[in-house]
């Protein structure tokens, strides 16, 4: 009660002040594919981004399909990393002012899973004190939590009593007893699991299930992620009643409004 009443405070100061306020349901689906990657999405107040990215001699790129042509200014570091870090500091150690949240990003690591973990292990080490990390196995908490999707290194990650992120799982994995920490979003296809296409009311056979799936998920302290889903409205309504935590749209501006005035 005490951290709602504290939001609710700081979302009234932010808004009366004109700043921005922090939205921690919004999720920015190929956040680089935006006009300006990361900068669109922290104007609209969205507080998890997604980065597909490629290892092509020694570096990231960021980019949905491999590309064919290796830009320095579409590296990892350059679209997302150096930009989080700059803001922080400048912040004074959180991404939007005094906003206690964190702040997910979301690397989709496109092939070569566990080449890409090492890379990044490097790179990251410049960030450590923006970044969740671990320490012996002890979690540190900083303003942004990196978690890693598509070709997951599950065991190498798990293996890293030192490791800088956390790995996106997937429903198959509830049960499993990977904990909170170390898989702090589940996320799935929403076709795998339902046919709504939010032209209408949703049946309550799709609805229940839906809650049911929320509800797997938070029993392990989790977040829960739907990509594909409809990026309409009366979608966003329904996913955020049933409970899903981060609600996915290519609609930063629109989706940023509907949360608002929620």
């Not at 309409?232 to 949360?259: C, H, M, Q, V, Y």
Request: aromatic share 8%.
């Amino acid at each position: 009660m005490r951290l709602l009443l504290t939001s609710l405070c700081l979302i009234i100061c932010l808004s009366a002040n004109g700043q921005v306020v922090p939205l921690p349901q919004a999720h920015a689906h190929n956040d680089y594919e935006h006009d300006r990657p990361l900068l669109d999405a922290l104007a609209q107040g969205f507080t998890s981004v997604e980065a597909d990215v490629h290892l092509i001699d020694g570096e990231l790129y960021v980019a949905h399909a491999r590309p064919l042509f290796k830009n320095k200014k579409k590296t990892l570091q350059a679209l997302y990393l150096e930009p989080l870090a700059q803001r922080v500091r400048a912040n004074e150690g959180s991404v939007y002012p005094a906003y206690e949240g964190e702040f997910l990003l979301m690397i989709d690591i496109k092939a070569d899973g566990e080449a890409v973990y090492r890379l990044l292990h490097q790179q990251l080490e410049a960030y450590r004190d923006i970044l969740t990390f671990y320490e012996s196995g002890e979690k540190k908490r900083g303003a942004v939590t990196i978690f890693l999707s598509g070709d997951r290194p599950v065991d190498l990650a798990k293996a890293d009593p030192n490791r800088l992120v956390g790995i996106d799982g997937r429903p198959s994995d509830l049960g499993k007893g990977y904990t909170a920490d170390f898989m702090p979003v589940i996320s799935d296809s929403y076709k795998n699991h339902l046919s709504w296409k939010a032209k209408g009311p949703i049946s309550e056979k799709e609805w229940a299930y839906l809650q049911r799936l929320a509800e797997r998920v938070h029993a392990e302290g989790k977040k829960l992620r739907l990509w594909a889903s409809p990026d309409r409205p009366l979608a966003w309504k329904t996913l955020k009643a049933a409970g899903i935590d981060l609600i996915n749209t290519d609609k930063l501006e629109e989706l940023s409004t509907f949360l608002r005035e929620e």
